[in-house]
């Protein structure tokens, strides 16, 4: 199973930035996934996650900013990240969530400053 992301990048307080994460390797449309972010000296948190039928849930601090998506037929999950703030300064990973375990992509870096 391999995840790549990509998208990450500088971007300015107030502006918004598309993050993907594309898979191989599994049936994609019969996992959920999970989007985590680790910022620096932090631990690595579950920001949100999209059932396989798409119904995504969020944590209250991106909730309203941020918007998880994903296409079957690509194999690809997105985040959708907008009124980005100092503090979402992180490096944010997909995760395909099966059971008892992840699989994880090496993550990508989003820095919000101006």
């Known amino acids: 199973v391999q995840l790549v992301e990509s998208g990450g990048g500088l971007v300015q307080p107030g502006g918004s930035l598309n993050v993907s994460c594309a898979v191989s390797?599994?049936?994609?449309?019969?996992?959920?996934m999970g989007w985590y972010r680790q910022a620096p000296g932090k631990q690595r948190n579950l920001i949100g996650s999209?059932?396989?039928?798409?119904?995504?849930t969020y944590i209250d601090v991106v909730k309203g900013r941020f918007t998880i998506s994903r296409d079957n037929s690509k194999a690809t999950v997105y985040l959708h990240m907008n009124n980005l703030k100092p503090e979402d300064t992180a490096v944010y990973y997909c995760?395909?969530?099966?059971?008892?375990?992840?699989?994880w992509g090496r993550g990508t870096l989003v820095t919000v400053s101006s």
């Open positions: 390797g599994i049936i994609f449309s019969l996992y959920p």
């Open positions: 999209i059932t396989s039928t798409g119904l995504a």
């Open positions: 995760a395909l969530m099966d059971v008892g375990t992840n699989y």
